[in-house]
Nanobody, 118 residues
C-alpha cells in the first residue's frame, strides 16, 4: 500500500507563488507516473499536471507556463511549483500515483487547500 502525503498549501494573493510537495511511501514510486489534480467547490476533479517515471511532463492548458511538476526519485517526492496564481486556481490539490505503465490512479493523497485571493 502506497501512502501519499501532501504539504505546502495555503493562502496567497493573486500573482503569488506556492510550492506543493507530495511524499510517497513504498518502493513502486520510481516506476510510476505521478500527478497533481485539483477540485474546486462544485466542480469535478481535474488533472493539473503529470510526470512520467522518466520525467516527461504534461499539463492542463489552464496552467501551462505557470505550473511546473517535478520529481525526486531518490527521496520519493513530487513537487508542483505554482507561479502567477489566479483566483480560479483555488481548489483542493491532490497528489496521485498511477499504476505502472497505465493511466489508472491507484492512490490519492488527502489533499491540501490552495486559496488565491484577488
Amino acid at each position: 500500500q502506497v501512502r501519499l502525503v501532501e504539504s505546502g498549501g495555503g493562502l496567497v494573493q493573486a500573482g503569488g507563488s506556492l510550492r506543493l510537495s507530495c511524499a510517497a511511501s513504498g518502493s513502486i514510486f520510481s516506476a510510476s507516473a505521478m500527478g497533481w489534480s485539483r477540485q474546486a467547490p462544485g466542480k469535478q476533479r481535474e488533472l493539473v499536471a503529470r510526470v512520467s517515471n522518466g520525467g516527461s511532463t504534461t499539463y492542463a492548458d489552464s496552467v501551462k507556463g505557470r505550473f511546473t511538476i517535478s520529481r525526486d526519485n531518490a527521496k520519493n517526492l513530487v513537487y508542483l511549483q505554482m507561479n502567477s496564481l489566479k483566483p480560479e486556481d483555488t481548489a483542493v490539490y491532490y497528489c496521485a500515483l498511477y499504476l505502472v505503465s497505465s493511466d489508472i490512479v491507484i492512490s490519492w493523497g488527502q489533499g491540501t487547500q490552495v486559496t488565491v485571493s484577488s
